[in-house]
């Protein structure tokens, strides 16, 4: 993977071998205002204009700002207008920590997102998610999967049945 992208907010890797393009938020997010949030955000949609993938990691494990209401609409009015400007359809995982309240956070964004050509699963594990994408399986695990599908989720995590899920 190629860093393509750093600030102290996040960081951007690409891997053209892959198709795989990564977006990991930091720690520091914590101390992130709304403006910078806001620049960050259309700073990670304008680059991932510029680069051909058909595979998506958000890592949110470590985001820690608190979206307010207006910012998750001006979010999901940017996603909706430019999102991933792509021919192919793209598949699209979601790390995120259990731990944090982020995940209710996450849920409210994505089922007002128009993502109609983009298959997307949520993880706790970056693991699980990169096995995913890159191998199209569910290895089954104590850690909860999400699958959002139709704009409705469903915690697949105890649709696992020691078997692997492709």
């Given at each position: ?71 998750e609409q001006w979010a999901n009015s940017i996603i909706n207008t430019k999102q991933l400007k792509k021919s ?38 970056k693991v699980d998610a990169q096995n995913w994408l890159l191998n199209g399986e569910i ?28």
């Open positions: 993977m190629k860093n393509i992208y750093e600030s102290s907010f996040n960081k951007i890797e690409y891997s053209d071998k892959l198709k795989l393009l990564e977006i990991s938020w930091l720690k520091k997010t914590e101390s992130m205002n709304e403006n910078q949030f806001k620049s960050e955000f259309l700073t990670n949609l304008s680059i991932a204009q510029n680069y051909n993938f058909d595979k998506l990691i958000v890592d949110e494990s470590q985001f820690h700002f608190q979206r307010e209401l207006h910012i192919n359809k793209i598949k699209m995982a979601v790390v995120y920590s259990k731990e944090s309240l982020q995940e209710i956070a996450i849920k409210k964004i994505i089922t007002q997102m128009d993502l109609q050509d983009v298959e997307t699963i949520y993880f706790e594990s290895i089954p695990s104590n850690r909860q999967v999400l699958i959002l599908y139709n704009n409705v989720f469903t915690d697949f995590s105890s649709y696992l049945d020691q078997k692997q899920v492709s």
